[in-house]
């Protein structure tokens, strides 16, 4: 019994779940899994081509694709932001499951870039109407979405909710210093989302996972709090809310991902004893292409498993996962019942992996809006 706030006051009884609300527990089941029936995508419309990058730093159109294969990125306008590009992929992952907004219990918002500091992804419940959902952001850079699908799929499993909204939707074209030839031409702004359903363990669709973080090398890529002080009185000063643009050491960050993404999908190969081989798919953070060569070698998966479309989107951060897969899903390419190689990395430094096997229905694969 909890002590009570006021001596000798009775401490209020503990409210009793109801089954109507999503943090009700539900009695043990047999739904031990987390089913990937559902995604959605959205894009800025403003599509920046390398070419028209030459009228801001001295680059070249050579220069970016022949070191990244970036071919362009979009650019969010005015009345773009993550609320509306998160709420819009989210709401095509919910419309490719044939969930009702109402079905929803819990929405997790990775994103580095928040429309509010105090959290996104309410505004993205309220835009959706899913009222009876919790609705929380999570950080973890370019990773996020990762963690963000192992987080959701752990409180599925736990029969803690049924129905999640797991997206990722940065807007880092606010953050790029644009003026620093070295880091905006790598990155872009868009969301992508995945509608995660409790199921039967046998049909998992989180096969097996590995999440790490480092902070020893945070240094490597920041996106940091600036250190602007401004006096209050007498002897006190407080510091100015506002961050300083992206800064990243780009061979750091380059030798971290072709040295821990091999290492942590090699983990969870052998951890399952699934074969390179048997991988329907390698589905990467979208960074660098030579990172995902690189990837692929490790693990001989011939180009055409290898899902990339760098060459128009450039890095969206915590959107490019399921930017990719919703792409793969709506044209064909990922399939009912295949196996994905995912892995995350990204600053914290963190970095993460997944063994997925993706389940939407195929049938909902053409009347789904993009
Ligand atoms: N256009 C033209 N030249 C550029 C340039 C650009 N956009 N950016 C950098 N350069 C120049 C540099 O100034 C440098 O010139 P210098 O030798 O005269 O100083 C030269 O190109 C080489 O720079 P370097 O940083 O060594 O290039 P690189 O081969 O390491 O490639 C990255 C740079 C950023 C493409 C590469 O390091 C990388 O992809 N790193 C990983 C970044 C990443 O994935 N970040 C996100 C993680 S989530």
Redesign the pocket.
Same mark, same amino acid.
């Given at each position: 019994m909890p002590e009570p706030l006021v001596p000798g006051a009775q401490p209020a009884p503990a409210p009793q779940p109801s089954p109507d609300e999503p943090s009700a527990l539900l009695s043990p089941t047999s739904l031990q899994g987390a089913a990937l029936v559902g995604c959605g995508s959205a894009l800025p419309v403003a599509s920046l081509s390398n070419g028209e990058?030459i009228g801001l &730093?001295?680059?070249?159109d050579e220069?970016?694709r022949s070191?990244?294969g970036i071919g362009a990125r979009r650019v969010a306008g005015p009345g773009e932001t993550v609320t509306s590009l998160a709420a819009e992929a989210a709401g095509a992952a919910l419309a490719y499951a044939g969930w009702l907004p109402a079905d929803v219990d819990l929405i997790l918002l990775a994103t580095s870039s928040p429309d509010d500091l105090f959290g996104t992804a309410p505004r993205v419940q309220a835009a959706l109407g899913a009222n009876r959902a919790v609705a929380f952001d999570l950080t973890a850079? #370019?990773s996020g979405f990762l963690f963000a699908l192992i987080t959701a799929a752990q409180y599925l499993r736990s029969g803690s909710f049924r129905r999640a909204l797991v997206i990722g939707a940065d807007q880092l074209s606010r953050w790029v210093d644009w003026e620093d030839?070295?880091? #905006?031409?790598?990155f872009g702004d868009g969301a992508g989302a995945v509608a995660l359903q409790a199921c039967e363990a046998a049909a998992d669709g989180v096969l097996a996972f590995r999440m790490h973080s480092d902070g020893s090398r945070n240094a490597c890529?920041t996106l940091a709090q600036g250190e602007q002080q401004r006096p209050l009185v007498g002897q006190y000063s407080a510091q100015v809310g506002g961050f300083s643009p992206i800064r990243?050491n780009?061979?750091e &960050?380059?030798k971290f !991902?072709v040295r821990e993404v091999p290492a942590v999908l090699a983990a969870l190969l052998a951890h399952t004893g699934i074969a390179a081989a048997d991988l329907d798919w390698l589905l990467l953070?979208q !960074? @660098?292409q030579?990172?995902l060569d690189a990837v692929a070698d490790r693990f001989a998966m011939p180009p055409e498993r290898v899902l990339s479309n760098l060459a128009s989107y450039g @890095?969206t951060?915590a959107a490019t996962i399921p930017l990719m897969l919703d792409e793969a899903v709506r044209d064909g390419r990922i399939q009912p019942g295949h196996l994905i190689a995912s892995s995350g990395?990204?600053?914290g430094l963190s970095w993460g992996g997944a063994l997925l096997r993706w389940q939407g229905r195929p049938g909902l694969r053409m009347n789904a809006t993009a």
């Open positions: 990058l &730093v001295d680059t070249s220069w970016i070191r990244t850079a #370019c030839r070295r880091t #905006c031409v790598l890529l990243m780009g061979q &960050v380059y !991902a953070h !960074a @660098n030579r990172i @890095n951060s990395f990204g600053a």
